[in-house]
């Protein structure tokens, strides 16, 4: 069942924001639309500048911010207690066995961060098989509209995680009774034609919950002076694993309905 929800936006450029429940297209997706209307043109400079909201360029190291998140209390409790019979945490076996070794917080943090620079370096290799095999693929363009149908995005989900794009990193809560995430992920610019715009970004490598998870912004021309920003987010979590767990699902969904309208206006606000 589709239904939508509109926030009301308090910006020049925009009267609202529409979101829209998606079909999903796997028993563990929440899948939503957001869409907002803007007094201006397509700039493909603001545009690679406004969007995306949550990821950043991987870092050279984490920043104070990150480092609060990353490290809260639970969560560094959960690391200095990550085991080979026991780790809360999406590690390698050998990473496990590393962690084991190391006695202090200052070690176990610093691995942290080491073991998401393996993977961006290619050191350790950044796929998961057994959670890679729930990715979205290029079989479900229609799931992304019309920036899903173009081969740069297709090239994107099947082909990561890819040489030729740099890494981007987002560290989240996507709710308050769950874990902070860090994300490895990977993302590009294309055009769709000559009026629209489109990013695309693919997850690579979670600490946490994600089986997958498919961003998609297009920002399209629709008359003289008048656009429209769109964002699609398809979000697969391994906590949607069961009938029971998926009863709980509406929670999810209205969670992604936040963070989705809360972007767009934040994207607003930048390109104003």
């Keep these: ?114 073991f998401l620079q393996n ?10 098989p057994k959670r890679s095999a729930l990715f979205i693929r290029s079989s479900e363009k229609k799931a992304f509209e019309s920036c899903g149908e173009q081969p740069t995005f297709q090239k994107l989900l099947d082909l990561r995680p890819s040489k030729d794009l740099p890494y981007r990193m987002s560290l989240v809560r996507y709710r308050d009774n769950m874990r902070p995430t860090t994300r490895l992920l990977q993302g590009v610019y294309f055009d769709k034609d000559a009026d629209s715009l489109c990013y695309g970004e693919a997850l690579i490598y979670a600490t946490h919950y994600d089986s997958d998870r498919v961003e998609v912004w297009n920002w399209k021309q629709t008359r003289k002076d008048r656009s429209e920003l769109t964002l699609i987010i398809r979000h697969r979590i391994d906590l949607l694993n069961t009938w029971i767990r998926r009863m709980n699902k509406p929670a999810f969904v209205n969670q992604l309905n936040d963070l989705i309208s809360a972007q767009l206006t934040d994207a607003v606000a930048c390109i104003n």
């Excluded at 200095?80 to 390698?92: G, R, V």
């Excluded at 993977?119 to 998961?128: C, H, M, S």
Aim: glycine share 2%; proline share 5%.
């Design 1 to 114: 069942m589709i239904f939508e929800v509109l926030f009301l936006l308090t910006n020049t450029l925009t009267s609202k924001v529409e979101i829209t429940r998606l079909q999903d297209s796997d028993p563990q997706e929440v899948a939503v639309k957001g869409s907002v209307e803007l007094e201006r043109s397509v700039d493909l400079g603001k545009f690679k500048n406004c969007a995306p909201r949550e990821s950043k360029p991987f870092p050279k190291a984490l920043s104070s911010d990150q480092e609060k998140l990353a490290f809260e209390p639970k969560e560094l409790k959960d690391l200095m207690s990550c085991k080979i019979k026991e780790c809360a945490f999406n590690y390698l076996e050998s990473e496990v066995e590393k962690l084991e070794k190391m006695t202090t917080e200052k070690a176990r943090k610093d691995a942290f961060f080491e």
């Design 119 to 128: 993977r961006v370096r290619g050191i350790t290799p950044a796929l998961d």
